[in-house]
C-alpha cells in the first residue's frame, strides 16, 4: 500500500517546532539591524524586508551560521529548493529555507531565480549530462530530493536543468516512497557530516528528514525539533521490547530509525558514517560515552 501525506507549509512547520526560546533564533529570520517583514512588532530590528524568492542553482547550497566558507555548517539546501532571500552582501545571502524555515547564510551564487519544479531526483544521485547520452561527460551531479523542471522528454531522458537527466532517476513531485525506512537504508556507509543532507555526507537528522521527505512527510530539520513534532510517543522498558520499523529512536542530540524491532540505522558520529547495528548495543555505548540514556520512542 501506498501512503501519501499532504507536505506542510514553511510556516505550518514552524508551527510545529518547539523553540527554546519564544522565537527560536534557527527558525526567526532576525538580526538586530534587519529583520522579515513578518516579524515586525514581535522583534526589534533597524528595518524590516519583505524578502525575495529565490531558488538553488547549485547541487547543493550551504546553510552557514556566518557569512564564511569556515563557519559551522547548519544544514544543507538541495538543488531547486526554494528560498527566501533577505539581504545579500559580499557574495553572501542572508535567507531563510522555505523546506523547514532554517535562517543562515548561503553563497549568494548558488541562488538563481525561482521556477517551478515538476519533478524530484528519487535515487542517491543523478548526473545531469550535456546531451541524452550516458557516455557524455555530465555537468554536475544532483542529490537525492533534489527538485527539477522537466520540459520535454527524449528517449530514456528528461529535459531539465540545462541538460539531460535519466528519466528513471526522476519521479513527479506528487509520487512518494511507500517506506521511508527503506530510503533510509540506501544512505548506509555515506559519511558522517555535521549539517549534511545528501549521501556524500549526512548528519542523524538529516537522514531522517530526508528519507520522510521522500516518503512524502515534511519534518524538521532538528532532533530536538523532530522528538517535539514528529509521531506518538511509544513507552519503552530496558529489554527495548515491542517496538517496530519505522520508529524514532531520540537520544539528547541525536537520532536513529529502527529497521526491525531490535536493529536501528543512524547516521553516528562515534562511526562516522551510516551504520546498522542492535538497539542495545547503539544504547549501551551511548550512555557508557555520556551522552545519556534513551529520551524517547516516537512513532508515526
Not at 93 to 103: E, G, N, T
Not at 151 to 174: C, M, N, Q, T, V
Not at 184 to 204: K, N, S
Amino acid at each position: 500500500m501506498r501512503f501519501v501525506w499532504r507536505i506542510p507549509t514553511a510556516q505550518a512547520l514552524t508551527d510545529l517546532m518547539p523553540s527554546p526560546s519564544p522565537l527560536d533564533p534557527r527558525l526567526t529570520p532576525a538580526r538586530p539591524d534587519l529583520a522579515a517583514a513578518s516579524l515586525r512588532g514581535k522583534v526589534a530590528a533597524a528595518r524590516f524586508v519583505e524578502g525575495r524568492r529565490r531558488r538553488v542553482v547549485e547541487p547543493i547550497a550551504s546553510l552557514r551560521r556566518a557569512p564564511a566558507h569556515d563557519a559551522p555548517l547548519e544544514t544543507q539546501a538541495l538543488h531547486g529548493e526554494d528560498v527566501l532571500v533577505f539581504e545579500e552582501n559580499e557574495g553572501w545571502a542572508w535567507a531563510q529555507l522555505q523546506r523547514d524555515s532554517y535562517v543562515g547564510y548561503a553563497p549568494a551564487n548558488a541562488l538563481g531565480a525561482e521556477t517551478a519544479p515538476t519533478h524530484r531526483v528519487a535515487v542517491l544521485s543523478t548526473f545531469v549530462y550535456p546531451k541524452p547520452n550516458i557516455k557524455a561527460p555530465p555537468l554536475m551531479a544532483l542529490p537525492l530530493g533534489a527538485r527539477v523542471e522537466v520540459k520535454a522528454s527524449e528517449g530514456d531522458f528528461h529535459a531539465a536543468e540545462g541538460g539531460f537527466i535519466y528519466a528513471r532517476h526522476l519521479a513527479p513531485l506528487d509520487q512518494f516512497e511507500p517506506d521511508f525506512v527503506a530510503v533510509a537504508e540506501r544512505f548506509l556507509e555515506a559519511p558522517y557530516l555535521w549539517g549534511g543532507r545528501t549521501a556524500q555526507g549526512v548528519d542523524c537528522s538529516g537522514l531522517v528528514q530526508n528519507a520522510l521527505a521522500a516518503a512524502g512527510r515534511a519534518a524538521p530539520r532538528d532532533t530536538d525539533m523532530q522528538e517535539a513534532g514528529l509521531g506518538s510517543a511509544v513507552g519503552f522498558d530496558e529489554g527495548l521490547r515491542g517496538l517496530e520499523r519505522g520508529d524514532l529512536v531520540f537520544w539528547k542530540g541525536h537520532v536513529g530509525v529502527m529497521r526491525d524491532e531490535t536493529t536501528l540505522l543512524h547516521a553516528s558520529g562515534w562511526h562516522m558514517r551510516v551504520v546498522s547495528e542492535p538497539l542495545a548495543a547503539a544504547r549501551d555505548r551511548i550512555v557508557g560515552q555520556g551522552g545519556g540514556p534513551i529520551t524517547s520512542i516516537r512513532r508515526l
